[in-house]
């Protein structure tokens, strides 16, 4: 089994930044794979970013540019650099992961991500 802990979140001034930091725990063929995605309230759960165990990142165009996603194989942790927030990034972010399978490695589609951490709430006040 995998356990996910995300941490870092918080509240920041429009323009400002934040690191988010994911702490895996478990073998790391099951998160060969692994992504974030935040939700905002009433709306869907949107993948932002993801990076396999090459080191391989995809983001969503939301967030290129700004966000920047990375990982330490040796601390078995994901990271993801917030730089330029604004309100509209206000939401809970979560990371996920699943093995590499035989199919790309996306942001794109949150059922294809079998472990979850509980989230941890970003604030982004203007």
């Known amino acids: 089994q995998v356990q996910l802990m995300e941490s870092g979140g918080g509240s920041v001034q429009a323009g400002g930044s934040l690191i988010l930091s994911c702490a895996a725990s478990g073998d790391s063929y099951h998160t060969g794979c692994m992504a974030w995605f935040r939700q905002a309230p009433g709306k869907e759960r949107e993948g932002l970013a993801s990076?396999?165990?090459?080191?391989?990142?995809k983001y969503t165009d939301s967030v290129k540019g700004r966000f920047t996603i990375s990982q330490d194989h040796a601390k078995n942790t994901m990271y993801l650099q917030m730089n330029s927030l604004q309100s509209e990034d206000t939401a809970v972010y979560y990371c996920?992961?699943?093995?590499?399978?035989?199919?790309?490695?996306?942001?794109?589609?949150?059922?294809?991500?079998?472990?979850w951490g509980v989230g941890t709430q970003v604030t982004v006040s203007s």
């Open positions: 996920a992961a699943r093995p590499p399978w035989s199919i790309k490695c996306l942001p794109s589609d949150p059922d294809e991500y079998v472990f």
């Open positions: 990076i396999d165990s090459y080191g391989t990142t």
